[in-house]
């Protein structure tokens, strides 16, 4: 069993910043390939940024890219997403998430872990 804990998330002016983490615990973190996706009121959840295993590969949504960036810490079992230039389209509940592969994946029905979400709301 795996599970996640995030937190970070708040209210911040357009333009500002915020970094979110997420607490793994229950099994081997390193094992995982982790994501992070978010859910803005009447939308699907949606891909945001994506780790492999070791950190070595990433991805990004178009919309994120250039201004977010996703990181791991497997010694502390933590995964983190440094968003700057923030914008009001970006508010939304940021959903971290483990899938039991090595590799990135950017549907969420490719991941099997999720955790309570945390609120990002950013005004303009």
């Known amino acids: 069993q795996v599970q996640l804990v995030e937190s970070g998330g708040g209210l911040v002016q357009a333009g500002g910043s915020l970094r979110l983490s997420c607490a793994q615990s229950g099994r081997t973190f390193s094992n995982y390939a982790m994501g992070w996706f978010r859910q803005a009121p009447g939308k699907k959840r949606e891909f945001v940024a994506g780790i492999n295993w070791s950190g070595a590969y990433t991805a990004y949504a178009d919309s994120v890219k250039g201004r977010f960036t996703i990181s791991r810490d497997n010694a502390k079992n933590t995964l983190y997403l440094q968003m700057d230039s923030l914008k009001s389209e970006d508010t939304a509940v940021y959903y971290c998430?483990?899938?039991?592969?090595?590799?990135?994946?950017?549907?969420?029905?490719?991941?099997?872990?999720w955790g309570q979400g945390t609120q990002v709301t950013v005004s303009s």
């Open positions: 998430s483990a899938r039991s592969e090595a590799e990135i994946a950017s549907l969420p029905d490719n991941y099997a872990y």
